[in-house]
């Protein structure tokens, strides 16, 4: 009991009153109700927006998180499909599906007509504010390039807009609050308000303060999820595009600024093949790809800054140290879960680390594909999920629930050598106290140094009889082979690393999963060492 206790009041001391308070406010009536009118339409037509695909083909059966289902058979809200699909079929992103062929107009038409029968006002999931934000973008965009929404929808659309006015995400900041804002500002281009309406101010005002508060100076958006990221970063580009439609007071200058070092730190924290580094809560498929986005910007004509060229980038203040030459890609987490008041997307992984090489990935995250708090949402936030060290089976950062954190780790003893640019070498190293609340008060601090292509990992752990395992997950489509010299990592039958133990301590071949997108597992290995502290645990990783 002692412990849940402890662990609620370190989750709660961090939240901003303004949350509590707004969680409360959340629970009292509003007064809004339903009209049957609705403002005059301003006649456009824009085809500026990023197309989905993959989600239906009949406009009956729905896919996502790679699972399938008749909407007619389940309906809209049904209690046994998880809470994040239900939300997913809210969003009305299918709207966005290239259209191929006419009869799908009118199938369009009837699931917007379906959703109005069977979403009373107000009520179920689908008026939670999230999805109502997302549902309002997406029709607009839609109607904006068929103008196929009926009068009946229009009054509909506004009744959403008026409800979510009254009910911005206060309570939850973050990524919500800003498609909360993006949401109210496209409904004022769609129903042409002015900067007198409440509607506009609303969403302007909030606009304004989240750009300051969500986005870092390094670039990075604050809940330091690549995923989250790319897809603020959309929202970003979608806002540019509609500002001539918005009052004269709407500037774009700094929303410009912010995608372009937006960008530049996203350019960094993906791999060849678009795919994303798996830090905190990241998976595949659910956000534009870096090169849809540039693409998007480029129609838009937002002038492009060129990043400047070089290996090391250490991103400061998200806390990511990123080196990329011709033959490696490395990326270190070094910084803090996330916002103090907002760790629901953070994972402990405090100084966990992905490596590719030749533009294959070797060393991985495992990833996440599931939300909601069942036992595999905390397995894949943990650290026992992630490439770093877990001291005493304890998590470096007390993540519980599906989006909680108590207990946080805190990165301290940062040196970074910056290298020669014609060299072939670099070295940093980090400390965290996340274990100082166990036995002995240990503490973890991990080494990376690259040396003529071959990178070592040491870890040096303080304290006395404390269990440590160092674990490193390599990408499912790694092959593993013993050597008397070494273990062999390869793909397709190129070899790749040459995985050296320098340590004496007991080293194992683990069969694990990892999980690239929602709803997905995959088989993969893990090779894990064991030490009692104190102890130093060292590896290198030869490129071949």
């Known amino acids: 009991m002692f412990n849940k206790i402890s662990r609620l009041y370190h989750t709660v001391k ?12 959340n629970l009292l009536p509003r007064c809004v109700s339903q009209v049957q009118n609705h403002p005059v339409v301003r006649a456009y037509h824009d085809d500026n927006y990023i197309p989905r695909s993959g989600i239906t083909q009949d406009f009956e059966r729905l896919t996502f998180l790679s699972e399938t289902y008749n909407l007619k058979e389940v309906g809209w809200d049904c209690p046994t499909i998880s ?6 079929s809210h969003y009305f992103e299918f709207l966005l599906q290239k259209i191929d062929k006419q009869e799908q107009f009118a199938a369009k038409e009837n699931i917007v007509e379906n959703w109005i029968d069977n979403n009373s006002f107000g ?3 689908g008026w939670e504010s999230y999805p109502t934000s997302l549902r309002i973008i997406n029709w607009i965009k839609w109607h904006w390039v068929t103008d196929r929404l009926s009068e009946r929808a229009i009054v509909s659309l506004w009744n959403q807009v008026r409800w979510l006015e009254s009910r911005p995400e206060y309570h939850l900041l973050g990524n919500h609050l800003f498609i909360n804002a993006k949401a109210l500002l496209y409904a004022s281009a769609f129903f042409g308000l002015n900067s007198s309406s409440k509607i506009y101010k609303t969403g302007y ?3 304004l303060k989240e750009l300051d508060e969500q986005f870092l100076s390094d670039g990075a958006h604050f809940e330091l999820s690549p995923m989250y990221h790319s897809l603020v970063m959309e929202d970003l580009l979608d806002l540019i595009s509609i500002a001539k439609k918005l009052p004269s007071d709407f500037h774009i200058h700094e929303i410009e600024e912010k995608y372009n070092k937006g960008i530049s730190w996203l350019k960094t924290m993906i791999y060849t093949d678009n795919e994303l580094a798996h830090f905190n809560d990241c998976a595949n498929g659910i956000a534009p790809t870096y090169t849809e986005l540039v693409s998007y910007a480029f129609k838009l004509n937002v002038k492009k800054q ?4 070089k290996t090391l980038h250490y991103h400061r203040e998200s806390g990511f140290i990123v080196f990329k030459d011709s033959k490696s890609h490395l990326i270190a987490d070094i910084g803090k879960v996330g916002p103090d008041y907002l760790p629901g997307h953070a994972h402990a992984d405090t ?21 909601g708090a069942s036992k595999e949402r905390l397995q894949q936030r943990s650290t026992r999920a992630h490439s770093t060290v877990q001291i005493d089976e304890a998590d470096s950062s007390e993540v519980w629930s599906g989006f909680r954190v108590g207990r946080r780790a805190i990165p301290f003893n940062i040196q970074v050598e910056v290298p020669n640019e014609s060299s072939n070498s670099v070295s940093f190293r980090a400390s965290h106290d996340g274990y100082r609340k166990l036995n002995n008060s240990p503490t973890q601090t991990r080494i990376f140094s690259l040396i003529n292509d071959v990178w ?11 269990y440590v395992t160092s674990r490193f997950y390599l990408h499912p489509s790694i092959h593993i082979q013993k050597t008397e010299f070494g273990i062999v990592l390869s793909k397709s039958g190129e ?3 040459n995985l050296k133990q320098e340590a004496s301590v007991e080293l194992n071949i683990l069969n694990t999963t990892y999980h690239d997108e929602f709803g997905v597992t995959k088989p993969n290995k893990c090779i894990q060492l064991k030490g009692i502290s104190p102890c130093s645990i060292s590896i290198k990783f030869e490129i071949l």
């Open 14 to 25: 961090y939240l901003k009153i303004k949350q509590v308070a707004w969680r409360i406010i």
């Open 83 to 88: 809470k994040l699909w239900r939300y997913n």
């Open 123 to 125: 009520k179920g999931t």
């Open 205 to 207: 005002a909030i606009l």
């Open 306 to 309: 060129e990043a400047e060229l």
């Open 351 to 371: 100084l966990s680390f992905e490596l590719a090489v030749k533009g294959e990935r070797i060393i991985v995250n495992s990833g996440t594909s599931v939300y």
């Open 456 to 466: 070592r990992v040491e870890d040096q752990i303080s304290g006395s009889g404390n």
């Open 495 to 497: 070899n790749l690393i």
